[in-house]
């Protein structure tokens, strides 16, 4: 796939909001979803049924809402798309916060087979914990 491709590929994923059918559908099922340390739920985790139960699951029971806003599009030859953008959350206490992100994701073969994430820790531990 292009360079354009994969970007419309991960452009899909966040104009969903991450519903699930769309995840279902751009995620490779052996996926490596890797999350900095220091953020909710931060580790490496191999599986699309790993991210779901052991990343989502948690991190769901946390928040009302949480969702990635892709502002900033790039892409190179070698299938890895940049996205530059912030996680829209409100806690479980109605604490609203954006924080923002750095998504590396590389496609291949018209999915997605892996993430490693970058974002800013502190403002979702602050809205989570005070």
């Not at 966040?14 to 751009?26: H, R």
């Not at 900095?36 to 990343?55: A, H, I, N, Q």
């Not at 979702?124 to 914990?129: P, Q």
């Amino acid at each position: 796939m292009s360079a354009s491709d994969n970007i419309a590929l991960v452009r899909r994923l966040y104009e969903s909001q991450a519903a699930p059918a769309v995840l279902e559908e751009v995620i490779d099922p052996d996926i490596v979803w890797d999350i900095t340390p220091g953020f909710p739920g931060g580790g490496v985790y191999k599986g699309f049924e790993s991210v779901g139960r052991d990343f989502f699951g948690p991190l769901f029971e946390r928040f009302d809402t949480f969702y990635p806003v892709g502002e900033e599009y790039y892409a190179d030859d070698d299938g890895h798309v940049f996205v530059l953008g912030h996680y829209h959350c409100e806690t479980r206490q109605s604490d609203r916060v954006d924080a923002r992100f750095v998504h590396i994701w590389t496609a291949r073969d018209g999915r997605l087979v892996k993430l490693r994430q970058a974002a800013d820790s502190l403002v979702v531990d602050r809205a989570l914990n005070g």
